[in-house]
């Protein structure tokens, strides 16, 4: 399995980007995917989940804000962010994994950056 997340980028506060998965090597409708995010010094934290019929989940810190979804054609998951923050600043990634795998297993992106500044 292979995951490319990419759509990262330097965004003014209340601005916006989407973020894309793209998976291979797997039968992608099968998956739920996440999206994770890490900032400097901190841990890497849940953000946004899809899981295979497209049930979503959202950290209470981008409810309203982020959307995710999922394009099983394409074997993709976007993630569109808007009213960004300066505390949206991470490193993204990607995390493909079955839906009754615990939370983090499976397969993971390389990440891509995502700066929030003025």
């Known amino acids: 399995v292979q995951l490319q997340a990419s759509g990262g980028g330097l965004v003014q506060p209340g601005g916006s980007l989407r973020l894309s998965c793209a998976a291979s090597?797997?039968?992608?409708?099968?998956?739920?995917v996440g999206w994770y995010r890490q900032a400097p010094g901190k841990q890497r934290e849940l953000v946004a989940t899809?899981?295979?019929?497209?049930?979503?989940n959202y950290a209470d810190s981008v409810k309203g804000r982020f959307t995710i979804s999922r394009d099983n054609a394409r074997r993709r998951v976007y993630l569109q962010m808007n009213s960004l923050k300066p505390e949206d600043t991470a490193v993204y990634y990607c995390n493909l994994k079955s839906d009754y795998a615990p939370p983090g297993s499976g397969s993971w992106g390389q990440g891509t950056q995502v700066t929030v500044s003025s």
């Open positions: 090597g797997t039968n992608f409708r099968l998956f739920g």
């Open positions: 899809i899981t295979s019929v497209g049930k979503t």
